[in-house]
Nanobody, 115 residues
Framework: QVQLVESGGGLVQPGGSLRLSCAAA????????MGWYRQAPGKQRELVAD???????NYADSVKGRFTISRDNAKNTVYLQMNNLKPEDTAVYYC?????????WGQGTQVTVSS
């Protein structure tokens, strides 16, 4: 089992920045993919960005150039730096961990972009 603990959500004005963190604990296999998904009210959960153990990254088109995903393998932690936030980025952000064909989810953290 893998447990994910998220932090860093909150309320920010348009154009502002936030940094999300997610730490994995438990049976963490060395080779894995960690990432962030988000779900806005009335919409499906969507991939925001993910990153492999080898640092290969993947971003949704809507966040390219504004968000940066990174990870610290020694700490089993993934980060999402979000810059130039827009109201349409408002959602619950979920940390995701994939290893050995198993998916794990964090509890979610609210990000609200509003003036």
């Amino acid at each position: 089992q893998v447990q994910l603990v998220e932090s860093g959500g909150g309320l920010v004005q348009p154009g502002g920045s936030l940094r999300l963190s997610c730490a994995a604990a438990g049976s963490v296999f060395s080779f894995n993919t960690m990432g962030w998904y988000r779900q806005a009210p009335g919409k499906q959960r969507e991939l925001v960005a993910d990153i492999t153990t080898g640092a290969s990254t993947n971003y949704a088109d809507s966040v390219k150039g504004r968000f940066t995903i990174s990870r610290d393998n020694a700490k089993n932690t993934v980060y999402l730096q979000m810059n130039n936030l827009k109201p349409e980025d408002t959602a619950v952000y979920y940390c995701n961990f994939i290893s050995r064909g198993c998916y794990y989810w964090g509890q979610g953290t609210q990000v609200t972009v509003s003036s």
